[in-house]
T-cell receptor, first 115, second 113 residues
């Protein structure tokens, strides 16, 4: 079974704080992704990584950065949290193999509130 | 611009009846389509997928139909059960790239006992 673990289920931060969201996977997957989920907007891709130290911008990278120093860990960083970053954040992994039909496996999510 | 669309935000169905969730897409280069199910306070879980070279894929109570000419796919759940109540996301992937998924906005299914 693929296990994707997000370090916190709930976080409350203040405007302007630097926020770290951690994601760890145990399946040796090459690809890792960060999404945010908002009502009526579905899942929107923030950043993804297909290798250690590699990162690519998704659809909404503004206000975020990422770090992938080890294959199993992908961190999302909010440099200066703002209230419009209050959301559910979801980490996902995938093998990158066409045989895997592009299936991604998700963590349980981190609900972040920025006050 | 949203390349994958789910135009029905919610759907209610009686237990035992069929649930039909719809999804439309705009990009003819998508090669795989996936459905995910999401319960509150949990991450999405993969449900079923279909390749663009097929028009139907079945797995137990779940069947996905693909109509490439109409750029439309649907998920059928028969018979619907109360445990199926969740938000369902349609997603699509491109033939090239780092297997990014493009998600729809989701449909909340409520199965009434």
């Amino acid at each position: 079974d693929v296990k994707v673990t997000q370090s916190s289920r709930y976080l409350v931060k203040r405007t302007g704080e630097k926020v770290f969201l951690e994601c760890v996977q145990d399946m040796d997957h090459e690809n890792m992704f960060w999404y945010r989920q908002d009502p009526g907007l579905g899942l929107r891709l923030i950043y993804f990584s297909y290798d250690v130290k590699m990162k690519e911008k998704g659809d909404i990278p503004e206000g975020y950065s990422v770090s992938r120093e080890k294959k199993e860990r992908f961190s999302l960083i909010l440099e200066s949290a703002s209230t419009n970053q209050t959301s559910m954040y979801l980490c996902a992994t995938g093998t990158g193999s066409p045989l895997a039909k592009n299936i991604q496996y998700f963590g349980a999510g981190t609900r972040l509130s920025v006050l | 611009d949203q390349q994958v669309k789910q135009n029905s935000p919610s759907l209610s169905v009686q237990e035992g009846r069929i649930s039909i969730l719809n999804c439309d897409y705009t990009n003819s280069m998508f090669d795989y389509f996936l459905w995910y199910k999401k319960y509150p306070a949990e991450g999405p879980t993969f449900l079923i997928s279909i390749s663009s070279i097929k028009d139907k894929n079945e797995d137990g109570r779940f069947t996905v139909f693909l109509n490439k000419s109409a750029k439309h796919l649907s998920l059928h759940i028969v018979p619907s059960q109360p445990g199926d109540s969740a938000v369902y996301f349609c997603a699509a992937s491109l033939q090239t790239g780092a297997n990014n998924l493009f998600f729809g906005t989701g449909t909340r299914l409520t199965v009434i006992p």
